[in-house]
């Protein structure tokens, strides 16, 4: 039955644009392998649709969303839950255990209602569903992005700073990239090979954080809940043609341990936002990645790149501190475009200062 099957990873793996042909020549560009190409003809249909997925299941999670965002059929939800990709665990930092079958569970109750005509309760729901980790609460929304958000930004700093406002003077960091940047194996990544054996992803930050540059708030005076898609806007002058850069979000305990929270990334060839109407609709600035908008880093310009950050929802704790930690490369997931000992320099501060910008649920309190 699979003998046919398209292999997607060694399809595209040597792609460097989104209409560029693979060397096998299997299908003319990668859109042929998307699912939006097919969404007219499952509009037509009218099927019912679920879309499951977890906030460590690789970067499905704004696959889902999308597929959501996009889709109008009569009955179409989304569920976000604390799971990596099959499910198997529960992934909430400091919290991580194996998972009961409740994902399992969700998905008989839209088959048995849809498909047998169950009164399983569903159809009384909201048509999102997600977990907020941290608060270890389910939230039901008319629609995603939940109602409620405001984007926070936040300033990266000089001293490590992250703060709610940027400083006047303008100060530059330079970023030397590290071949040994990593996250190593038990990523949301290599999760997808579902053979990790273990909820506890990233368990290692505090070591591998000391070859990034890390930008922490103070600790915090009330809790902080953060659901959705963060942003980070960089600016950086280099004079390398290309590179890659990588934004995490991290929380610090009061005790000391850095949990990962989500991460963005983004090579510089891509950097383009356009403005041309988008083959989908989404919840981010529109990266085309196509060879038309590719385009080299001008040396010595600064540049902006935005950088958006896979969907999440996650409660920052009173007295935790947030962390932005910024990458040139991660050898253990990542083809390495940056050269060993490339320079970048990292704006602060200014009116051309790096910042993140967060959407903090009910952020009047």
């Given at each position: 039955?699979?003998?046919r099957n ?5 399809t595209?793996?040597?792609?460097e ?6 060397q096998?020549?299997?299908?003319r ?26 906030w ?24 976000l839950?604390p ?6 665990n ?10 009961d ?5 969700e998905?008989?109750?839209f088959f048995d ?8 309760g ?10 907020t ?14 109602p ?5 930004q ?9 703060l ?6 303008a ?72 590179g ?28 383009k ?7 989908y609709?989404?919840a ?9 908008d590719?385009?080299a880093?001008p ?19 009173k ?8 990458a ?25 200062g790096?910042?993140?910008t967060?959407?903090v ?5």
């Open positions: 039955d699979h003998k398209i292999g997607v990873h060694e595209s793996a040597d792609i644009y989104r209409d560029q042909q693979p096998n020549k299997i299908v560009s990668m859109d042929d392998f998307s699912p939006h190409l097919h969404q007219a003809a499952g509009d037509r249909s009218n099927t019912a649709l679920l879309s499951l997925s977890g460590r299941d690789g970067a499905y999670p704004h696959a889902s969303i999308r597929r959501y965002m996009n889709t109008d059929s009569s009955v179409n939800r989304l569920i839950g799971w990596d990709h099959g499910g198997k529960h992934i909430t930092p400091g919290k991580e255990h194996k998972l079958l409740q994902i399992a569970g998905a008989i109750k209602h849809y498909l047998k005509g169950y009164a399983t569903i159809e009384q729901q909201p048509p999102v569903q997600y977990f980790m941290q608060a270890e609460r389910w939230n039901a929304a008319p629609s995603w992005p939940p409620g958000t405001q984007p926070i936040f300033a990266l700093a000089p001293e490590a700073q992250l709610p406002s940027p400083p006047a003077q100060q530059v960091l330079k970023l030397v990239h590290a071949p040994a940047q990593g996250t190593g194996h038990y990523t949301r990544w290599r999760g997808l090979r579902m053979s990790l054996g273990t909820g506890r992803l990233y368990p290692d930050r505090k070591m591998r954080d000391q070859l990034l540059a890390c930008f922490d708030t103070a600790p915090l005076l009330q809790d902080l809940e953060v659901t959705g898609h963060g942003e980070a806007c960089l600016y950086i002058r280099t004079n390398e043609p290309d890659t850069f990588f934004v995490y979000l991290e929380d610090i305990t009061p005790g000391g341990e850095i949990w990962y929270v989500t991460e963005g990334e983004l090579r510089a060839l891509h950097r936002v356009s403005e041309e109407t988008p083959p609709k989404d981010i600035a529109y990266h085309s990645y196509l060879k038309k590719a385009a880093i040396p010595g310009e600064i540049v902006e790149y935005k950088i958006d950050l896979l969907p999440v929802s996650y409660l920052f704790k007295g935790h501190r947030m962390r932005i930690a910024v040139t490369g991660d050898c253990d997931n990542f083809r390495q475009i940056c050269k060993p000992g490339a320079v970048y320099e990292l704006m602060l501060g200014g009116e051309c790096s910042t993140v967060l959407p649920m009910d952020a009047g309190r």
